[in-house]
C-alpha cells in the first residue's frame, strides 16, 4: 500500500528532516562522481555526432596530402555511414576515448526491469509478472522499475521501487537524440545507484540511450524478453542484439516457424507469460460484488479494443446489443487504463477500469475479446468460453491461427467476417457454452524465467569482467 505522507506524524517528520541531512564530504565525493560520468557519457555524445566526425575528417585531410586529395569522397561516405547508422541499418562507433572506466565496486542482489509503454500493457505485464514472482521466490531481491509507462501506482503500491521517463511523444518539441540522451542520463544513474545483478528489457524496439547505457555495464546480466524472432529486414538496429546477453522469447499458442537471423547471443523460450495465477483470482461472490453486479443471471465481460460504444454500427455495440436481448445477461466492458474515459449509459452495462481485469474472471460465465496475445492466453489460463473477433491487420501477429486454438481445445468460437446476424449467431452460441475447468495444465511462463535467470545469476561471478552464462531453456 501507498505509505502515508511522512509529514503527518511527529516521528515521520524527524525521520524525513534526518534523510535530508547526508554527510557533506560524501555528498561532495558523490556529486564529483556523477559529475565525471556525466561528462564522459557526454563526451562519446559529442565524439559520435555528425558534426564532430565530419570535423575531425576535415582536420585529418588538412595534415595529409592524399586524404585532401580523396576529402569530397570521404565526406560522401561518412554521410551516408551516419545515415545508415540513424537507420540501424549499420552498427554504431564504439568510442573508447574518454568513455566510463569498469567500476570494482560488486553488483548487489537487485535486478532492475524496463518494460516499454506499447499500444496496450503487454510488455508492463510481462515484467510485472516476473516481479512478482522474484518477491514471491526471492524476496530479499531488490526489484527496481525504470519505465516509460504512465501506470506508475500499481507498481507503487507493490513496494516497488519505480522510476519513470515520459515517452518521446509527450514532450512538446524533443529531438530523438535529445530524448536519447535524457534516457541515458536518468538509466545510467539507477544503474550506477542500485548496481543491478540483472538487467530485463522488454520492448520490440531498444532504444539508443538505453543501449548506451547498459553497455557500461560490464558485469550486469542484459537480457531482452521479445516476442516473435529477428527475422531479415527487421528494423531492429543491427548492433542492438549485441548488447544482450540472452534473449527470452515468450511462446504462442501456435508454434512459430524458426526463421531468426544468426546473432551469436543465446536465446531461450518460456510458455506464454499472465500476471496472476489460479489461486490469486478473487472468488465469484466478492468479485461480483466489488462489481456492483448482480449475484444471480450471467455477466458477460466485453473487451474489444478501440470501438466506439456509442456508434450503433460499430462491433462493440452490436455485441453489446446482442447481449443485452438475452434477459438475465449484465455487460461488464473493460475499459483500458491507457485510453480515454468511455461515455455509456445503458442499463445492465457495467464499466471497469482496473488492472488487471482477469482477477475478476470467476465473475464472468463468458467473454468476447479480441485476438490480442494477452487476453488469449488470460481466458485460456482461466477456462473461460470465449468468442473472440481477431485483428486481420496486425502484421506478424496472427490473431486468426492464435485464436483458432480455442475452436481446437473446445472452448472458444471465432468470427473472422463481423455483421449483425454474424455476431448475434456468436453470442448465442456463446451463451450456449458450457464453462470448461481452468487450465490448470498450461504453464505460466513466468515462473520457469525465475528460475532459469536465477540459476544462471548463481552460476555467474559479481565481481570480474563479464563472462557469457549458459542458460537452460526450451528450444
Request: aromatic residues 8%; charged residues 25%.
Amino acid at each position: 500500500m501507498i505509505e502515508d505522507d511522512a509529514m503527518d506524524t511527529k516521528d515521520g517528520s524527524t525521520s524525513e528532516m534526518q534523510t535530508f541531512e547526508p554527510s557533506p564530504s560524501k555528498m561532495k565525493q558523490k556529486k564529483l562522481q556523477l559529475r565525471q560520468n556525466q561528462l564522459a557519457r557526454e563526451n562519446r555524445r559529442l565524439r559520435n555526432s555528425a558534426s564532430f566526425r565530419i570535423g575531425l575528417l576535415c582536420t585529418r585531410a588538412a595534415f595529409r596530402p592524399l586524404r585532401l586529395l580523396m576529402l569530397p569522397f570521404s565526406v560522401l561516405f561518412l554521410i551516408f555511414s551516419i545515415g545508415m547508422e540513424r537507420l540501424g541499418r549499420w552498427p554504431v562507433p564504439i568510442i573508447k576515448h574518454g568513455t566510463l572506466s569498469e567500476s570494482a565496486v560488486e553488483l548487489r542482489d537487485s535486478i532492475v526491469f524496463f518494460p516499454t509503454n506499447g499500444v496496450g500493457f503487454g510488455h508492463f505485464t510481462r515484467m510485472y509478472a516476473l516481479a512478482k514472482r522474484y518477491r514471491k521466490h526471492s524476496p530479499s531481491t531488490e526489484i527496481v522499475f525504470f519505465t516509460t509507462m504512465p501506470t506508475l501506482h500499481l507498481l507503487y503500491n507493490d513496494g516497488f521501487v519505480t522510476y519513470h521517463l515520459a515517452g518521446r511523444k509527450k514532450y512538446n518539441d524533443i529531438s530523438a537524440s535529445d530524448w536519447n540522451a535524457l534516457m541515458e542520463e536518468q538509466l545510467s544513474l539507477v544503474m550506477n545507484h542500485h548496481r543491478p545483478s540483472t538487467f530485463i528489457f522488454d520492448g520490440a524496439y531498444p532504444y539508443r540511450g538505453m543501449l548506451n547505457t547498459i553497455k557500461e555495464q560490464k558485469l550486469t546480466r542484459k537480457v531482452w524478453m521479445r516476442r516473435g524472432t529477428f527475422k531479415k529486414g527487421t528494423k531492429i538496429p543491427v548492433d542492438s542484439i549485441a548488447h544482450f546477453d540472452t534473449i527470452i522469447h515468450p511462446e504462442d499458442s501456435v508454434p512459430v516457424v524458426p526463421s531468426e537471423i544468426f546473432h551469436g547471443v543465446e536465446s531461450m523460450t518460456c510458455a506464454p507469460i499472465v500476471l496472476l495465477d489460479q489461486n490469486e483470482l478473487m472468488l465469484r461472490d466478492p468479485a461480483r460484488r466489488r462489481l456492483n453486479v448482480p449475484l444471480d443471471g450471467r455477466v458477460v465481460y466485453v473487451q474489444l479494443g478501440a470501438g466506439r460504444i456509442n456508434d450503433i454500427d460499430s462491433e462493440i455495440r452490436m455485441t453489446v446489443d446482442a447481449l443485452l436481448a438475452h434477459k438475465d445477461v449484465t455487460v461488464v466492458i473493460g475499459e483500458s487504463m491507457l485510453g480515454q474515459r468511455l461515455n455509456i449509459n445503458l442499463d445492465r452495462v457495467v464499466l471497469l477500469r482496473d488492472y488487471p481485469n482477469s482477477m475478476y474472471f470467476k465473475a464472468f460465465d463468458a467473454t468476447i475479446q479480441a485476438g490480442g496475445y494477452n487476453s488469449f492466453h488470460e481466458t485460456r489460463q482461466f477456462g473461460l468460453p470465449a468468442l473472440f473477433y481477431p485483428n486481420m491487420e496486425t502484421g506478424m501477429d496472427d490473431q486468426l491461427a492464435r485464436c483458432k486454438v480455442s475452436e481446437a481445445e473446445g472452448w472458444g468460437h471465432v468470427i473472422v467476417v463481423r455483421d449483425e446476424k454474424a455476431i448475434n449467431a456468436g453470442v448465442n452460441r456463446l451463451l450456449g457454452m458450457s464453462k470448461p475447468l481452468g487450465k490448470n495444465d498450461v504453464e505460466n511462463g513466468a515462473f520457469g524465467v525465475y528460475q532459469q535467470l536465477s540459476k544462471a545469476k548463481r552460476e555467474r561471478p559479481s565481481s570480474v569482467p563479464k563472462q557469457r552464462a549458459e542458460l537452460g531453456g526450451r528450444n
